[in-house]
């Protein structure tokens, strides 16, 4: 065996990037995922041009087609919109808001589902029974509905420029709130064998608090399935996020997120400026894609049972 | 007799990223009808995997790599997924430690047993069922005929165990393959379950490989005795021979590391250090870094069997070309 | 002789659990709570510096009683005196919590995965406040390595990366690291290879006689609990059946049930004496037989058996046992008691 020293040599040596290896579908998955990522995350860097700068609008530039076609610019590659916007760029930044929204939301879910998974899994008894009853019933709502539901009741609530302001936090309470009995349950279920084990009962044995225990002993023990479920969710985040603009109820068209351009892009699908749309559309599946098909591998390469 | 079972230099190799793992190496051994030969050895010594290797059941990506195992002078290791499951409901009963993983929870025992029955044997309704009962009632199940129609889980652990020891003996196998039959029952069933098995053996001449790290179980069942370590045979002789007058150094501290019952001594013997794992298998003798008696030979070559006395053992201390020779104790016991 | 306050006593000791089925299915089956008495009326004293063994088959309730005395699980019933505080008070303050230990049986289970062996040994060290300051800590991590015949070193490990003996060795280290003088021993070497086996029980009789350690021991192999024991106690069905001083007992087993279990080991030595096998099988603690639990099972059983509960009363003849069995205290026994001695005898002069 070689001995490989320090973090990066520990994870060369480790069997999760083994079997990362040797999967040619995740390898291009993650290239894939980390060109949307790093398209996303460095858009005011590498986009050719600031859609959201009024000032470098020119609605002389509308309806280009992209650069390979009979009418198209070199400046705008994959063409422009009605207002003469680059769609590369508004990818890229729309790229960043659906990511922003999916990541904090995955997070949102991520920890209220962990915890009440914990709680439920350690305590037990009624606690147990109550908490699990609610995740139930939650489940019996499409998720889709709850995050219209939250949305609804926040426009009602609050004044329409305030909800503006406050409508990307919406989106991710909507999207996060309605993932987390997934975590939960599974996490509940790791509980509920991890703190029957022997390493348990000797930090009990010598008095530790339960509430160090939870955290300390079953918290680590727990997370590896956490883990799987936390990317299969990103992507369906970014999905309903998706699905949530195109209805109109998601992030404000100031910020337009890959759903919103879709929707934008929509309105001229029929008068031939596909690219308005289709572009948009092919960035969100080639991220998502990418995003499950990297869950799907970290699920079967973390399941002892498959390997 | 013609042995039952022939194994001959079985080799199984484990492909991993790391390389080549051998988990069974040069493992040769007969078994005659009506002979029980008992594999012992530590967790990790390769003694299921010998009996998962006969039966064609190794966990992939195990394989055998080289020699043979034959049954009644046919090859089997070279068989088919198919071919080997029919050989193994006739021919080859296997028991395991665990009754529910062999008995199908949704069929009552009887069903299994007539299903096994008329496979195999090929009678009719009326009469399998008889055997079935028959069956039952020869393994020690108390009112068989009423019990017949129950399922799996209406049976006590021991009683389960008894139920798919005569599942593997009711299509009548030249052999069987037990793996650690006793181990998951309390003390005072295991004794009955291997009076059982041994009686049932002995009267229908049926071969037995019965796999388990418990000596005494052993001691009281078995005719002949392989004792492996780190996927070979380091020592395989008669019951009697093996465990009173042991030859190979291993052996020797196995036997003296098993903890009396009829007397307390102060400090038991131990072998110190653990077995090597499959990856880090020393050369020479794979026993050399914990042996007593190790000297100079044993770290570059690898000793055969070779004959001592009674029994044969992988150990230099055997071979007259050797520099050291067996003491005194060991040679006679 | 002066009576020192025993290091651990209990009296009447009793452990119920509901087994009832949900709610809603009782009521629709028509069926009464059930309870399943794991351990009832458990009485015993563990002198300081000895160790009393429990053994049994499973089921038997001798696990029940370990964890009952670590205060795992608090009793249905009976007195537990831990030095002769009142257990519960006793684990309410941390200088006597700190005072008991246990290690346990799974060498794979015992050990949390995510932590390096360091971490492990010293949570005791840093939840009772033992030692300040992290390179102190250390030190005595490593003291408490090399005193189970580990490598300082070590600490820096993960449990995968040690077999299952070596494993076991860490537990020890980390339950001796509260300078314990109780250690309860839930069948600590019944996962173990023989040879590694013989390792740990070398390891725990060294310590005690260096530390002064009072153990509970409990296990299912007689042969394991002879080496170690001062004082053995035989369970059945949540109940004592017999306890008496470890030579005693295998020299003149006196309870039908223990007589039973020793029959019933396999004979290494190979003396050809046949093997009398117990009929039939343990029955369910949820419904135990009424009277003697070990009467359907046992040969000298009578009317008076199947109908009344045997006390633990000292023996006839080995006044230092205690046993429960009508059979014993009326003199029913004395042929296969003295069977019993005879084979004994020869099995110890055959070697």
């Given at each position: 065996m070689a001995a490989q020293s320090g973090p990066l040599g520990r994870m060369l040596d480790s069997d999760l990037w083994w079997s990362f290896k040797r999967s040619p579908v995740t390898v291009v998955s993650a290239v894939v995922a980390l060109i949307c990522i790093l398209g996303a995350v460095l858009a005011p860097l590498?986009?050719?041009?600031?859609?959201?700068d009024l000032a470098t609008l020119?609605?002389?530039?509308?309806f280009k087609p992209p650069?390979?076609?009979?009418?198209?610019d070199m400046a705008f590659p994959l063409g422009t919109d009605d207002q003469g916007r680059d769609v590369l760029s508004a990818i890229m930044y729309g790229a960043r808001i659906s990511l922003l929204v999916g990541v904090c939301a995955v997070v949102f879910s991520t920890i209220v589902g962990v915890a009440v998974g914990l709680v439920a899994g350690y305590v037990g008894g009624a606690v147990d029974g109550l908490l699990m009853r609610i995740a139930d019933i939650q489940l019996t709502f499409p998720s889709i509905l709850i995050a219209l539901l939250v949305d609804g009741v926040v426009r009602a609530a609050v004044p329409r420029e305030v909800h503006d302001r406050i409508a990307l936090f919406v989106v991710i309470f909507a999207i996060g709130i309605s993932a987390w009995p997934q975590f939960a349950r599974t996490v509940r279920g790791s509980t509920l064998v991890e703190r029957n084990k022997e390493y348990v009962l000797a930090a009990r044995v010598i008095g530790i608090s339960q509430i160090r225990i939870m955290l300390t002993h079953v918290l680590p023990n727990v997370l590896g399935p956490v883990l799987v479920i936390a990317t299969l969710n990103l992507g369906f985040a970014i999905l309903a996020e998706a699905t949530l603009s195109f209805l109109g109820v998601g992030v404000p068209p100031t910020e337009p997120s890959l759903g919103t351009l879709i929707r934008i892009g929509n309105d001229f699908l029929f008068s031939g400026e596909w690219w308005i749309t289709i572009f948009p559309g092919v960035a969100l599946i080639a991220m998502v894609l990418s995003v499950n098909l990297l869950g799907d591998w970290l699920r079967d390469a973390l399941n002892p049972r498959l390997r | 007799m013609a042995p039952i079972l022939e194994v001959r230099n079985l080799r199984v190799e484990f492909p991993t990223r790391r390389g080549t793992l051998?988990?069974?190496?040069?493992v040769s051994f007969d078994i005659a009808p009506g002979e029980v030969l008992g594999v012992v050895g530590e967790s990790g010594a390769g003694k299921s995997m010998t009996g998962a290797a006969i039966i064609g059941l190794?966990?992939?990506?195990?394989?055998?790599?080289s020699g043979q195992v034959l049954l009644a002078g046919k090859r089997?290791?070279?068989?088919g997924y198919e071919q080997m499951r029919r050989i193994r409901g006739r021919e080859i009963g296997a028991i395991f430690q665990d009754p529910l993983t062999t008995l199908?929870?949704?069929?009552t025992v009887g069903r299994q047993l007539v299903e096994t029955i008329q496979t195999h044997l090929g009678l009719n309704d009326a009469e399998a069922r008889r055997r079935a009962i028959g069956w039952l009632e020869m393994v020690g199940i108390p009112a068989a005929s009423q019990r017949?129609?129950?399922?799996?889980?209406?049976?006590s652990g021991g009683m389960r165990q008894r139920v798919v020891i005569a599942l593997a003996l009711c299509a009548e196998p030249k052999l069987i393959v037990a793996d650690?039959?006793?181990?998951?029952?309390d003390v005072s069933i295991q004794a009955q379950v291997i009076a059982l098995l041994k009686g049932l053996a002995r009267d229908k001449g049926t071969a037995m490989m019965l796999v388990t790290h418990d000596m005494g179980v052993i001691a009281e069942t078995a005719d002949r005795v392989a004792v492996m370590y780190a996927g070979r045979i380091a020592e395989i002789g008669p019951v009697r021979e093996v465990v009173?007058?042991?030859?190979?150094p291993y052996s020797v501290g196995l036997m003296a590391s098993i903890?009396?019952?009829d007397r307390r001594v102060e400090h038991l013997a131990q072998i110190d250090g653990a077995m090597p794992r499959l990856s880090a298998i020393p050369p020479g003798c794979a026993f050399n870094p914990r042996c007593?008696?190790?000297?100079?030979r044993c770290r570059v070559e690898r000793p055969d069997?070779?004959?001592?006395?009674?029994t044969r053992a992988a150990?230099?201390?055997?071979?007259?070309?050797?520099e050291k020779r067996a003491p005194e104790a060991m040679r006679h016991g | 002789m002066v009576e020192t306050t025993p290091m651990f006593e209990a009296d009447d000791l009793a452990r119920y659990f509901d087994?009832?089925?949900?709610w809603l299915q009782r009521v629709l089956a028509g069926e009464g709570r059930r309870t399943l008495k794991a351990v009832d009326g458990v009485s015993f004293r563990i002198p300081k510096g000895t160790t009393l063994s429990l053994v049994g088959e499973s089921g038997c309730g001798k696990s029940t009683v370990a964890r009952l005395v670590v205060g795992l699980y608090r009793p249905t019933r009976g007195r537990v005196l831990f030095d002769g505080i009142d257990l519960e008070q006793a684990r309410a303050m941390a200088d006597q919590r700190r005072r008991m230990q246990m290690i346990f049986q799974d060498p794979y289970a015992?050990?949390?995965?995510?932590?390096r062996v360091r971490d492990i040994i010293a949570e005791p060290i840093r939840a009772f406040g033992l030692i300040e300051g992290g390179a102190a800590q250390q030190r005595r991590v490593g003291e408490l390595l090399s005193q189970v015949?580990?490598?300082?070193?070590?600490?820096?490990?993960?449990?995968?990366?040690?077999?299952g003996g070596q494993r076991q060795r860490i537990s020890i280290a980390r339950a001796l690291s509260s300078n314990p003088e109780f250690l309860v021993c839930d069948?600590?070497?019944?996962?173990?290879?023989v040879s590694v086996q013989a390792q740990i029980l070398n390891l725990m009789k060294d310590l005690q006689r260096r530390l002064g350690l009072t153990y509970l021991f409990i296990s299912h192999n007689l042969a394991v609990v002879r080496q170690i024991s001062d004082r053995i106690g035989v369970m059945y069905l949540g109940r004592l059946v017999e306890l008496a001083p470890a030579e005693t007992l295998f020299e003149a087993p006196r309870h039908p049930y223990t007589r039973a279990l020793m029959e019933a080991i396999p004979d290494l030595?190979?003396?050809?004496r046949q093997r009398i096998p117990v009929g039939g099988e343990v029955p369910s603690p949820i419904s135990p037989p009424s009277g003697c639990p070990f009467h359907p099972r046992?040969?000298?059983?009578?009317d008076r058996c199947k109908a009344e509960r045997p006390a633990l009363i000292p023996a006839r003849g080995t006044p230092e046992t205690v046993v429960a069995c009508h059979a014993v205290e009326e003199g029913r026994d004395g042929a296969a008691f003295v069977t019993m001695n005879q084979r004994m005898g020869t099995t110890a002069t055959a070697l």
């Open positions: 590498l986009a050719p041009h600031d859609p959201f020119n609605l002389g530039d509308a650069a390979w076609s009979q009418d198209g | 051998v988990a069974l190496d040069d190794l966990e992939p990506p195990g394989r055998i790599a089997i290791d070279n068989l199908n929870p949704l069929y017949v129609d129950s399922y799996p889980h209406e049976f650690e039959p006793t181990t998951a029952l009173k007058h042991p030859k190979h903890p009396p019952l007593p008696e190790v000297f100079g069997l070779l004959d001592a006395g009674a150990c230099w201390l055997y071979d007259p070309a050797s | 087994v009832s089925r949900p015992s050990l949390n995965p995510r932590w015949g580990l490598s300082p070193l070590d600490g820096e490990k993960f449990p995968h990366e040690f077999s069948e600590p070497t019944s996962a173990l290879d030595d190979m003396t050809g046992c040969p000298l059983a009578n």
